[in-house]
Nanobody, 126 residues
Framework: QVQLVESGGGLVQAGGSLRLSCAAS????????MGWFRQAPGKEREFVAA????????VYADSVKGRFTISRDVAKNTVYLHMNTLKPEDTAVYYCGADRSYGIVVHTTPTSYEYWGQGTQVTVSS
């Protein structure tokens, strides 16, 4: 079992920044992929960014490229999502997920992730 706890959400004005954290505990492993997804009211959960624990390879959704950065601190077992130049359309509940599958592919679909945190609300006002 893997436990994930997100933090760092809040209310911010458009153009502002936030940093989300995802602390992982339990049976984590170096081959895992850690991903950030978001879900707005009435919409499906969508991919934001993902990173490999080992090597740090990253993938981003087109909508956040150049504005968001995903990183990890292996010693702290924590993944971060640095969000800059936030827009009202970034408003959503942000979830951290863990994908246990082997290989070099970074998956971007929610069904590939077995473990999820409880989510943290991000609200961007215009």
């Amino acid at each position: 079992q893997v436990q994930l706890v997100e933090s760092g959400g809040g209310l911010v004005q458009a153009g502002g920044s936030l940093r989300l954290s995802c602390a992982a505990s339990g049976r984590t492993a170096s081959w895992y992929t850690m991903g950030w997804f978001r879900q707005a009211p009435g919409k499906e959960r969508e991919f934001v960014a993902a990173i490999k624990w080992s090597g740090g390879s990253t993938v981003y959704a087109d909508s956040v490229k150049g504005r968001f950065t995903i990183s990890r601190d292996v010693a702290k077992n924590t993944v971060y999502l640095h969000m800059n130049t936030l827009k009202p359309e970034d408003t959503a509940v942000y979830y951290c997920g863990a994908d246990r599958s082997y290989g070099i592919v970074v998956h971007t679909t929610p069904t590939s992730y077995e473990y999820w945190g409880q989510g943290t609300q991000v609200t961007v006002s215009s």
